[in-house]
Structure formats: C-alpha cells, structure tokens
C-alpha cells in the first residue's frame, strides 16, 4: 500500500500542474477582443521596482493591442531613470499551456526601438517544480530605452513544445519502483502566468 501511495505521489509531481486555462477560448476570446489602445502612448505602463520580482498572469481581462507580431493581450512597464544599464529576467510559467513571451522596447517618446521575439535562453521544464520558458534582456540605454510591452505572437499561438522525461528507479531504501517515462505537449497560449526582476546588467 505505501509502495502504492509513494508512486502516485511520484506521479503527480511528475505530471506537474495539469490546470487548462482552454486554448481555444482564450483565442476565441482573444479574437473577439475590442482594442482599447490605438497608439502606444496611450497605453498605461506600470513602473518596475529595482531587483524585487513582479509576478502576474496575461489573460482575458487584459487589454488587447495589434503589435506588429499580430493582436495579443499585453502587459506595460516603465522602467526607472539609471545612469547604469539595466536588465530584465522573464519567466513565463508553465500553468497547462505557456505564454511564449514576445517584447517590445519603446524610447520615452513612445518610439519602438526594437521588438524581441526570441529571448529564450532557459527551460526549465514542468517537472519536480513550478517549470516555465524565460530570457534575460538589456536594455541599451544609447537608444534611450524606456518602456517595455510584453505580449506573444501570432506565430507561437496554437504551436507547441514537448517536455521529455526519462524513466528511472526509486528506492527509499527499504523497497523500490519504476517511475515510467513521460511525454508531455504544452501549447503556446495568448495568456499565462509571467515574472519580471529588474536589475543592473551584469555585462557591464
């Protein structure tokens, strides 16, 4: 019986979260979304705090922008004035599916300097803890970098990723069991969980 037990547990934290916040409402709704902005300038940007982590999700009750990338819910931040070059880490959690992060840097006058779309540089998969996608960015402070939007892109949504798990043995000493391989798809959604720790850049 606890042989029984230990496994489910194994299982269950294996499988990760399984919550679904619905792809295809989430699209549908997303497609149906009124656009509230129709400029940048007229978007409201929340001011980040300096090296304390932002969490919040991107979801239906967002507002909705036409980005160059296609229409997507979107959050907006300020960065603060600084005379050193600053950075971003994003994380972009695995909650069912997973908001693939798209950011665009706009100047202080409104001006986008440049959009990123492929800022990945870790994965951490869905596995014996909270797994997500996420990326480190620089801002340049030559181009006059002052705010940030993140939002995906019409090219993620619907695409997936496929997290591969090896099977292995567990003993507690006392019995032993097979925890079996696993293949898990997670899909590319227009909303998700997301954090953001602002810092000094490390490069100098």
Not at 45 to 74: H, L, M, R, W
Not at 182 to 190: A, E
Request: proline share 5%; glycine share 6%.
């Amino acid at each position: 019986m606890r042989k029984n037990i230990l496994l489910t547990i194994a299982i269950l934290f294996l499988t990760g979260c399984t919550y679904d916040y619905g792809l295809k409402l989430a699209t549908s709704r997303l497609d149906n979304n009124d656009i509230c902005y129709h400029s940048m300038e007229e978007i409201h940007y929340q001011k980040v705090p300096f090296n304390d982590e932002v969490n919040f999700f991107i979801d239906t009750k967002s507002p909705a922008y036409n980005f160059s990338s296609g229409k997507s819910y979107f959050k907006a931040f300020e960065l603060p004035d600084s005379n050193e070059k600053l950075a971003i880490e994003i994380k972009s959690y695995f909650i069912g599916d997973v908001l693939y992060p798209v950011i665009t840097i706009l100047n202080s006058k409104y001006t986008v300097t440049r959009t990123v779309e492929q800022p990945i540089i870790k994965y951490v998969p869905p596995v014996w803890s909270r797994g997500y996608i996420g990326g480190i960015i620089i801002f340049k402070p030559e181009l006059d970098e002052k705010y940030f939007i993140i939002h995906t892109s019409d090219k993620y949504i619907g695409d997936h990723l496929t997290s591969n798990l090896q099977g292995y043995t567990y003993s507690d000493g006392k019995s032993s069991f097979i925890v079996p391989s696993l293949s898990t798809k997670y899909n590319f959604s227009p909303i998700g969980r997301v954090s953001l720790l602002l810092t000094y850049s490390k490069s100098g």
